[in-house]
Antibody, heavy 119, light 110 residues
């Protein structure tokens, strides 16, 4: 059974860079899935951030594209998120999730990790 | 990229049916059969309930069904149960290799 687990600092200073990693267990990150990041500000709705395929192909939310980088490390079976120039508006629970190629539907999610942007 | 529009809340008594609408445009909901629905309990990760408009993942009760007409997708929960009380979000592919979520709907079981 596949499991996704997010990790990273829970507190980031304004103007800094948010960095998170999602470790995939129970499945190879080189399988036929796109690996995604989704966030949810406290008390608000879900926002898609972007995705990566194991070959390195990426797609990003246009509203975040200038600040987002998603990368993959096949040797560690994990993928990562970097979000630069953060502000308080980037405070959210960040989830990693996967989508099977050729379909849609985020079928497996991590438990989420809260990142707070504050000085 | 604007969020898809969902009603803020819907409610029903146990055993009744409720429907949740998800309205977008021809560039997202209306343009592709790529709508999915998620249930989210407080403090928990979302769970996939419907994908590709009408398909149910293994393990999801057949009380949950999805449909689409034009630019509006609908999730129907039949035989409402106490455990169905949660937030529900729709999601659609919107072309250009991007996705957009709905605003979310709180389902209350009376």
């Amino acid at each position: 059974q596949v499991q996704l687990q997010e990790s990273g600092p829970g507190l980031v200073k304004p103007s800094g860079t948010l960095s998170l990693t999602c470790v995939v267990s129970g499945d190879s990150i080189s399988s036929s899935y796109w690996w995604n990041w989704v966030r949810q500000p406290p008390g608000k709705g879900l926002e898609w951030i972007g995705e990566i395929y194991h070959r390195g192909d990426t797609n990003y939310n246009a509203s975040l594209k200038s600040r987002v980088t998603i990368s993959v490390d096949k040797s560690k079976n994990q993928f990562s998120l970097r979000l630069s120039s953060v502000t308080a508006a980037d405070t959210a629970v960040y989830y990693c999730a996967r989508i099977l190629t050729g379909t849609t539907g985020f079928d497996n999610w991590g438990q989420g990790t809260l990142v707070t942007v504050s000085s | 990229q604007s969020a898809l529009t969902q009603p803020r809340s819907v409610s029903g008594s146990p055993g009744q049916s409720v429907t949740i609408s998800c309205t977008g445009t021809s560039r997202d909901v209306g343009g592709y059969n790529y709508v999915s629905w998620y249930r989210q309990y407080p403090g928990k990760a979302p769970k996939l309930m419907i994908y590709d408009v009408t398909k149910r993942p293994s393990g999801v009760p057949d009380r949950f069904s999805g449909s689409k007409s034009g630019n509006t997708a609908t999730l129907t929960i039949s035989g409402l149960q106490a455990e169905d009380e949660a937030d529900y979000y729709c999601n659609s592919y919107e072309g250009s290799n991007a996705y957009v979520f709905g605003t979310g709907t709180m389902v209350t079981v009376l």
